[in-house]
């Protein structure tokens, strides 16, 4: 099999030579994969630090804040809050519908946002149920990505970060990671 292979690229055993043909094809999915590549964006960091801070924006910065604006929630969880930088940390978990909000027993400052149904007031629409194509040319080029989801940092780093969680191409959950403030 091989060596009828090899007469085909070379063209001799009376089988015509699919070189050209190999070589053509390569060279229009190397075109497609570089016109793909010209199309990715930067990263807009000033979108992304807009969007992380969001969350606080709408929700609160801490507890109090949180419960002045949802009122109070409609259920309360003990957690341990553990970013992989950090000590773990003793959190409240704060349940409203389609939001969670973890905010330190500690400080009370905001920690975490889990957001799982779509809101208003989040900066460019970006919302849970947005397409995926549509996050990223809102915020440009992610630092992580998998097909799951997609990550952006804050312009100073981890763990400020915002990933987008994706069920069939669209997004399902929204999640915002605070570093300590305390």
Do not use: C, K
């Not at 630090?49 to 009122?71: H, K, P, S, Y």
């Not at 889990?114 to 947005?130: C, K, M, N, Q």
């Amino acid at each position: 099999m091989l060596r009828l292979v090899r007469r085909a690229l070379r063209g001799s055993a009376g089988v015509p030579s699919v070189a050209p043909v190999a070589l053509a094809a390569l060279v229009a999915l190397t075109a497609a994969v570089a016109a793909v590549a010209e199309n990715v964006r930067p990263t807009d960091i000033v979108a992304v630090d807009d969007f992380i801070d969001a969350a606080r924006a709408v929700f609160g910065r801490n507890r109090g804040e949180v419960e002045r604006t949802l009122g109070a929630p409609t259920q309360i969880r003990a957690r341990t809050l553990a970013d992989g930088v950090s000590a773990a940390e003793a959190v409240d978990e704060l349940i409203y519908p389609g939001v969670a909000i973890f905010v330190s027993r500690r400080s009370s400052a905001v920690r975490r946002v889990v957001l799982s149904e779509a809101r208003g007031a989040l900066p460019r629409g970006l919302t849970v149920g947005t397409a995926r194509d549509e996050i990223e040319r809102a915020l440009g080029e992610p630092q992580a990505t998998s097909d799951a989801s997609v990550m952006y940092l804050y312009n100073d780093g981890f763990p400020n970060t915002v990933e987008f969680h994706f069920r069939q191409g669209r997004v399902r959950q929204i999640e915002w990671t605070f570093a300590a403030s305390d």
